[in-house]
């Protein structure tokens, strides 16, 4: 499974972006899709993700602000970004997990300036 991922940017607080992961595959295969996020020196957290039923899981600093969406017919996953905050500055990633395995897309950069 190959992930494409766009969107970021350099963006003020306050700002909205999306994030974009389109798969190789059907998505109506993969288990969840989702991001992680990490900024240096810390760990790659998880902000998002969706399961093939629809069932969606965030990070408890995102919940109200990000909204994690699919769309099966272009297997893509969305990640809409609101009321962005200068600590929501990060690489961001999307992942897939497909029959026990997780495949990562290329990171993209978030940077919200204050």
């Known amino acids: 499974v190959q992930l494409q991922a766009s969107g970021g940017g350099l963006v003020q607080a306050g700002g909205s972006l999306r994030l974009s992961c389109a798969a190789s595959?059907?998505?109506?295969?993969?288990?969840?899709m989702g991001w992680h996020r990490q900024t240096p020196g810390k760990q790659r957290e998880l902000v998002a993700s969706i399961a093939s039923s629809g069932t969606t899981n965030y990070a408890d600093s995102v919940k109200g602000r990000f909204t994690i969406s699919r769309d099966n017919a272009k297997n893509t996953a969305y990640l809409q970004i609101d009321s962005l905050k200068p600590e929501d500055t990060a690489v961001y990633y999307c992942y897939v997990t497909r029959w026990a395995t997780i495949y990562w897309g290329q990171g993209t950069l978030v940077t919200v300036s204050s």
């Open positions: 595959v059907g998505i109506v295969s993969i288990d969840r």
